[in-house]
């Protein structure tokens, strides 16, 4: 296994439509545990294909609080099938280092993916985990979670984005 690098905004990997992933091979059985382990070591609570720089249909995802067992979802070509409520929490993007924003989202999803075994899994998710669904699909789907913010919002992101980069830059 290996700890990948993650790439950030405004890397174009990120702006892309990922592709449906036709056959569970060998290759992207390794891609999901390598990102796995990357967004363990990170630590993050989800990763999608693209953040490694693979525009595929994959995401992992633990939402399980800190020191309860792990609660691990590994799924290909993730789709939100229906969608209840509305929540509005804080979010942070391992994509998207230091900045931190409440979107509006679903309270509760309905998902269908494929697990490595190529089995469809249809699960009910709410609350974190909805989030978490929701925010790793966008980025199978070119967005992240400061595209849905208003555009004032998104203007004062990308200026405090720069400065934070800019201070990265310096520190390295
Ligand atoms: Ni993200």
Redo the contacts with the bound molecule.
Sequence with gaps: MAILTIRHYPDPVLQQVAQQIPEIDETIKTLAQNMVETMYAAPGV?LAAP?VGISQRLIVLDCSPKGESAQLIIAVNPEIVSREGEQFEEEG???VPEYYCPVHRAQRVSVRFLDLQGLTVEMEAEGFQAVAFQ?EID?LDDLL?VDRLSSLKKSMFRKKYIKIMQQQEQQL
Excluded: A, E, T, V
């Design positions: 989800g953040q993007c391992l994509s925010h980025h979670f």
